[in-house]
């Protein structure tokens, strides 16, 4: 099945120019060119990726990550011109996956798209079949955390935690191997399965944003920080 993947930018040719590469690998792409008519296509349609630029007239890309983030799990790649790293920074923490800066190269950006999709449940839920066989090796539990791998949902007490599908593949990590401690390094390269630099910054936002989640439910830190070292998960 072809995925549907939202370009949402106020500069057409860039818009088209993104089609013409995403269509080229067999995507479905609808545009948008401003936060307002993206937020509309949304709401009647579905879309298996969103990528968003953020200067856009109407409603910012910054906006928009905010009200798709109120109920959606659905991976964004944000777009902006913007180089500094407060700027990557503040997309990350607003609920985007990945940020890239324009002017981009086409192919890297199909790479992060590509990565993105494997990343999200749609590409990892298998079969129902599949699903009923493999229930024992499905669930992690920590305390009143219930992780379910096959369907990519996690709950505390039986309330569900809204998760991007990053945040829930590093919470998957760590909990998988409790008391583990996992470099930025590490947790990078296993859940984004790309390669990492020194100034990525990027694990340590996403931390941060599932940690909050985490506590506001919980009550208590469950992801701690070994200072110099990384990150883990207490058994």
Known sequence: MDRRILVVDDEREIADLIEIYLKNEGFETVKAYDGEQALDLFGKHSFD??????????MDGLEVCRRLRQDQA???????????DMDKIMGLMTGADDYMIKPFNPLELLARVRSLLRRSYQYNTP????????????????????IDR???TAEVNGKALHLTSTEFGILYLLAGNPGRVYSAEDIFQQVW????FDSNNTVMVHISKLRDKLEKELGEKLIITVWGVGYKIEG
Do not use: F
């Open 150 to 152: 096959l369907s990519h």
């Open 74 to 84: 659905v991976p964004i790649l944000m777009l902006s011109a913007k180089t500094q």
């Open 193 to 196: 399965k790309e390669k990492y």
């Open 127 to 146: 079969p129902a079949e599949a699903a009923a066989s493999a229930r024992e090796d499905r669930e992690l539990r920590l305390g009143p955390l219930r």
């Open 49 to 58: 990726l969103v990528i968003l630029d953020i200067m856009m007239p109407k």
